[in-house]
């Protein structure tokens, strides 16, 4: 390690801890190239156990920087759910298996189950290839943000001081560094120093549920100890999450009292061992056998807590995600959802894109309120579900004894109304203001604000298929998509070759936001209706084609395997067609008629129009400052 | 580089040559764990052009090593064909676009084109992680091979010694060193030194058609330029093959004496310049316009010859693979297929798994001669299409003052018969000798001596979707697939039972043929045409799961977007099951019905069950000497 001493240091973006919120905002500035430092206090990654639950939203996520076949690769896969309850004869049955995760339009229909430091080591090599490696161990010791406006209303300031303080684990000397950072990201986890030291507080409260966890290899005649189980017996709650490998983690629930200390009312790790976990495991498995002639990988014990951080950013400047901004059934409770949904959460949650807009200058500083606006309320949402899931889980199971407790399909229900909440899918970032039955015609299935519904089209030079998300990378961009309709028809063609005219003009949005380099701000892509044996890419207007892979097509592969049905999936006329931007993260921004995208017909539209595009012009830079928030919605001047 | 100084060394197999050839078979010997070392004479790895098509079997063998991913990553794919042909209004025009790869079961139903250099890093790279690395410049200058038939038929002798001198480019001083080897591969090409040194002559002949190559990123009009065409104009006919990122490979027909030297008869290639060759593909291509603003990657010359070594090995030490022991249309005349056919053929070619088995003590030496057998026949049937396809293609097309020219229907007809040919899922090992049709009922479309069928099972444990070629690695050991039918019938399950308790006996072949380690031979997987709500994994007998993941089900997944129709698909009865052998290359080695592989039925059945018993005692090791080979088929003695 380097020797700093009483150094100072300038970056663009400093990020407190490398845990998985750390590192993907890490990886995704600097992919977008933006100057980029992150530390961490630990001397090494995480090497067992903690987080291990990656649900589709963030597999699709991670596919979106390139990420995911390593993970896929290296996980295990979660795709059903069995249920076992208390049998009639003593013991446990089963009572029917599921679908682990409700997301129809998941493009993964299920979750990955992978130890955190293996998910770590995915961001690693990624931030390794573009030049940035976690510094550690080294910790924050002060931070301190301008007073003045004028510094901090300066997107170009560095107008937060941080100093750290490298520690050397050989010759226990440490060196301190001031870093000037124009932002901060405090990824530091449940008891973060930066949530702390702005004073942040934590809003909810800590029930009386207590779990033990533990990660081994088992041996057992359970047949359903590949899938994701929940155990309702009448010895106590379990859940089964089968991880890589042969490995398995058990959710264990502990009677309230067991291992409390009395005069503290805290949870007496001392007085526990894993041995004892399985013990209690044993009990609820009965009548099967589980045991674990393997070491225990790792191991721990939890009180549930639910609490969302009371602001999630300090003007602009200061932000923090993950663990440090909402804790809830934290790795107990309802089984490894808590891991499941931080790792979730913190993958799509950084703001990266925004970052790196503002710091190019192509966006105001107020676009970065966006991250509060959407991801507080989604951890709201989060602590909401968790609180009535992990009372239900925790309860007793309904019986002939007790006919107040919790019954299969109760729970059922609720497992399958949490699941299309925590796969991430569901996540809507704008409630649509005003939906438009006139233009609910023209992209019906894409919601504005919900992520881009994965599709496989061919591609019109090659007829080789691709998901579109794979043409929607994370690369900071937005994607315009003109969905072309049917381009060997004359008239649709001339109408096409209007929009592409109209989109050329200076007064356009390539132009208008392109700040001169409106390929490194847009990526267009023109999808057509037509069928591959006809249609020529090169028919189409050259502005549409930047390059020759940027043309697809509604239709199935060379031997109908995959593909076609694209127009009707996304509820949009395959004649007519309509132009659909997605955000540089995936999510829908804007759907409009093709005809509307036309200056001449904004302009006769206006009056009805002006939602829709203000939406839009909310996600293209430079025009946020145009909007004011209103508690969980968000309303635009004209 | 380590200097040597008349070094003498043992190793168990040598291989003389580092492209694709000679690499598959280091890489693959190398997994196995064969002591093996591969030298070449050229200082570095191949940088551009060469080779540069991978045929749908080939990618699925490289898949059976974990390989297919970074070749599918990296290379471009060809999923559709365009043919052109003279217009009446003058130039070219489409005449119609069709499916590349004629071959409906092929897992991946398309050519990926990618240069060679890319290719082979591939292997490289997976060598390497084996600790096995190219030594190179290196090259023989003498091999001579003992004439001790005791020697020679003790496989554990090192019969071929092969005097190696290391070249060293800087200081231009070279050391010999003398290697001691069992078994020699000559991979050296179409020039083989391996080749000449033992006499073997190339039979066949050369023809008139000159062709030349070059590899360039082109700016065209031309709307099929990422489909690869075959153009046939008044002006010469033309091939484009789409490669990497947007190369493109052009094949142009040259008039006979253009190019040649009157004095030599042989293409005067000083005469030439890839600008001299593009000019006369420009008039190919009118009305289409197409020019090279970028640097030329690769250029060459080539005369069609098709020739075939008149044997593959001398007495089972040493082999002779790819180019050494064929060539045809060599990167000319029918496009790239000559590339494309050259890696296939190696990628399937080398006996890695046998010389494996050989080396292992577990087989008698004759099985090297099914090498020869499988190999050599291949070949001719390669130069046999070969022939009558280039004659095809080099021919002018016909026209209104040219009818008898080569119609367009005429070559799309011997296109689509060439390529279910050339995509290597046709090839056939075994011809069946004899079709029972009792056992058509069995297992009617798995063809013994092709490769596995292609199929998506999901895992009893979870629900997990698999490709079966997937758990077919190319790992050496044989796969035995009990397709056990409705096994939650109980008689069924009982048959199920009968048969595990009697492939445990002694007297079975897993002991028979298992040399103490059946599970290193034999890799068992039961398939159960059962659904996943009602399959506990955890019935089936032990033997037949060794691991959770080994039971597999004839179901869709979870949401029913893949899987199921298994069992129909191979023509195997749902009820009644059936027993599969797969040779470690992928190739169906035998299948049973269920009953018959019970010992008790196996004497019963004795008599008309000959064929197929003897099928599997000859793929499985030790039992090979049974064989006697006559003319293109194998007919066994019992």
Same mark, same amino acid.
């Given at each position: ?41 630990? +001397? ?79 961001? #690693? ?91 081994? @290899? +088992? ?60 013990? @209690? ?48 059934? +934290? /790795? ?17 949650? +950084? ?36 609180? /009535? ?6 309860? /007793? ?74 043409? #929607? ?16 028809? /004359? ?121 829709? @595009? ?9 025009? #946020? ?14």
């Amino acid at each position: 390690m380097p020797i700093f001493l009483n150094k100072e240091s300038d970056v663009d973006v400093l990020i407190i801890g490398a845990g998985p919120a750390g590192l993907m905002c890490a990886n995704s500035l600097a992919r977008a190239g933006v100057n980029v430092r992150i530390i961490d206090e630990r +001397p090494a990654k995480v090497m067992a156990g903690q987080a291990d639950g990656v649900q589709p939203r963030t597999i699709e996520v991670l596919q979106s920087y390139g990420l995911a076949d390593r993970l896929l690769r290296e996980g295990n896969q979660m795709h059903m759910v069995a249920f076992y309850n208390p049998s009639p004869s003593g013991g446990i049955e089963r009572t029917g298996r599921a679908i682990d995760v409700t997301a129809p339009t998941a493009r993964y229909p299920f979750e990955v189950t992978l130890h955190q430091g293996a998910i770590e080591s995915i961001f #690693l090599d990624s931030m390794r290839s573009l030049g940035v490696t976690v510094q550690r161990p080294v910790v924050p010791t002060s931070i301190e943000l301008s007073q003045d406006e004028a510094v901090l209303n300066d997107p170009n300031s560095r107008a937060v001081k941080v100093v750290l303080k490298h520690l050397d684990p050989t010759d226990r000397q440490s060196e301190t560094e001031v870093v000037h950072a124009k932002f901060v990201l405090g990824g530091d986890g449940a008891h973060s120093w930066v949530r702390k030291t702005f004073g942040i507080t934590m809003d909810g409260e800590q029930t009386d549920y207590i779990w033990g966890v533990v990660d081994t @290899v +088992p041996e057992t005649d359970f047949p359903d100890i590949r899938n994701r189980c929940a155990i309702h017996s009448n010895n106590g709650s379990c859940m089964v999450i089968p991880r890589e490998g042969d490995k398995v983690r058990l959710y264990i629930q502990l009677s309230d009292k067991q291992f409390v200390d009395p005069s503290t009312g805290r949870v007496d790790k001392d007085n526990v061992s894993p041995e004892k976990l399985l013990e @209690v495991a044993k009990k609820s498995f009965a009548p099967y056998s589980i045991s674990t002639p393997n070491p225990i990988d790792w191991w721990t014990l939890y009180i549930i807590g639910q609490r969302v951080a009371s602001k999630f950013s300090v003007r602009d400047r200061v932000f923090i995600a993950g663990d440090a901004c909402h804790t809830h059934s +934290p /790795k107990a409770g309802q089984g490894m959802n808590a891991s499941m949904l931080d790792t979730h959460n913190l993958a799509t949650l +950084p703001p990266a894109w925004k970052i790196t807009y503002i710091l190019r200058g192509w966006a105001d500083m107020s676009l970065l309120k966006t991250y509060e606006f959407e991801r507080r309320k989604y951890a709201q949402d989060l602590i909401n579900f968790d609180k /009535k899931f992990s009372t239900l889980f925790s309860g /007793k199971p309904r019986t002939e004894d007790n006919q107040n407790g919790v019954s299969h399909e109760e729970f059922l229900n609720a497992f399958q109304t949490f699941g299309a909440f925590s796969s991430g899918i569901g996540v809507h970032y704008l409630p649509s203001a005003v939906v438009n039955p006139q233009h609910q015609s023209c992209a019906t299935n894409l919601i504005v604000g919900q992520r881009m519904l994965p599709h496989i089209f061919i591609r019109a030079a090659d007829a080789r298929p691709y998901e579109i998300q794979d043409l #929607l990378p994370a690369d900071t961009r937005f994607k315009v998509l003109v969905f072309a309709g049917d381009t060997p028809d /004359k008239a649709q063609l001339e109408r096409v070759n209007a929009l592409a005219a109209e989109m050329g003009k200076p007064e356009s949005f390539l132009t208008r936001f392109g700040h001169g380099e409106p390929a490194k701000v847009f990526d267009i892509l023109a999808i057509s209706s037509a069928k591959k044996d006809i249609v020529n890419y090169t028919d189409l207007p050259q502005l549409l084609r930047p390059h020759w892979s940027k043309v697809l097509l509604d239709d199935v592969d060379m031997f109908a395997r995959t593909g076609g049905g694209g127009y009707e999936a996304y509820g949009i006329d395959p004649h007519k067609g309509a132009l659909v931007i997605v955000r540089p993260d995936g999510y829908v921004a804007l759907w409009l008629h093709l005809s509307s995208c036309r200056t001449s017909t904004i302009i006769l539209r206006r009056s009805w129009w002006r939602h829709r @595009v203000v939406q839009f012009y909310c996600s293209v830079p430079g025009l #946020l400052d145009d909007c004011v928030y209103t508690g969980n919605r968000m309303y635009y001047r004209l």
